[in-house]
Structures are given as structure tokens and as C-alpha cells.
């Protein structure tokens, strides 16, 4: 699948972003391994720290259909600014992505970065 097909996929979902207390939505969507595409928004909470990001949603949601292995992910944010992956979401992304797996980000000018999550996230975190 194209980068920019996914990011479109992306950008679709993001109509459906929960962001009442930002206003900054985000969709996400994750190519798996198994070809499939799952898509994920920012769910926010009065609670701020009960927030989910929309690659993190996207990800247990191909986790939960039982897809482990993720090739890409598009992330499309509501700003100027390109929404790279914050910390946490990087380290999930690493969980069940590699060096290579591609990470698509986008801003709402249409403007993308293509990097790899190895850029993104160097030496992550590892048991062994
Ligand atoms: N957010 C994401 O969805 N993904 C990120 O990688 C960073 C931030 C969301 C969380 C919150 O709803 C809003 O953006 C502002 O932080």
C-alpha cells in the first residue's frame, strides 16, 4: 500500500477524533502484517491523563483483532505543525514495529514527513 493512501485513511478518521479539552485532533492508521489497516483517533478525557493518542488507539485495536506485526503507520494531526509520535506512542509502535516500519506524519496543509521509527525511537527499550 502506498504511504499516501494510508495517510488518507488517516485523515478520514480524524473526523472522528474526542478532543474537547485540546482541540487538536489526530487519526491515525497501521498497516499490518497481515495487510490489513486499522484506524485510530485521540480520545481525550476530563480526566486529562485517562487520554489516548490516535496511533496508540489504532495499534490495540490491531493488537485486539489479533495482528501483531505493524509495517507502517500514517499519523494526520489538526495543527501547522508536523505531529511526529510522542514518547509513549513510540515506544508502543516499537513493541510491535521495527527499525524499518515506516512512520507517515502530516499536518492539515497536506504537508508529510516520512520517517522510520529506528529515526524516531533509537535503542528503545528492550528486555534482553
Ligand atoms: N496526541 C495524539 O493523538 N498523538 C500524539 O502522538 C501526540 C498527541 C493527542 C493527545 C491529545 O488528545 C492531543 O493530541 C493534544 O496533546
Known amino acids: 500500500m502506498e504511504d499516501t493512501e494510508l495517510l488518507q485513511m488517516a485523515i478520514e478518521a480524524k473526523k472522528n ?3 474537547p479539552y485540546s482541540h487538536y485532533q489526530v487519526g491515525a492508521a497501521v498497516l499490518t502484517g497481515g ?3 486499522y484506524t485510530g483517533v485521540n480520545v481525550e478525557n476530563v480526566s486529562f491523563g485517562a487520554t ?3 496511533e496508540r488507539t489504532a495499534v490495540f485495536k490491531a493488537v485486539s483483532e489479533g495482528e501483531k506485526k505493524i509495517i507502517a503507520v500514517a ?3 489538526s495543527g501547522d505543525t ?4 510522542c514518547g509513549i506512542c513510540r515506544q508502543v509502535l ?3 514495529g521495527d527499525q524499518g516500519t515506516r512512520v507517515i506524519c502530516s499536518n492539515s496543509n497536506g504537508s508529510y ?3 522510520t521509527l529506528g529515526e524516531l525511537l533509537p535503542h528503545a527499550f528492550k528486555l534482553r
Open 17 to 19: 477524533a474526542y478532543a
Open 35 to 37: 495487510k490489513h489497516v
Open 52 to 54: 489516548n493518542c490516535a
Open 75 to 77: 499519523v494526520a494531526g
Open 82 to 85: 508536523i505531529p511526529y509520535p
Open 94 to 96: 516499537a513493541e510491535f
Open 113 to 115: 514527513e516520512v520517517h
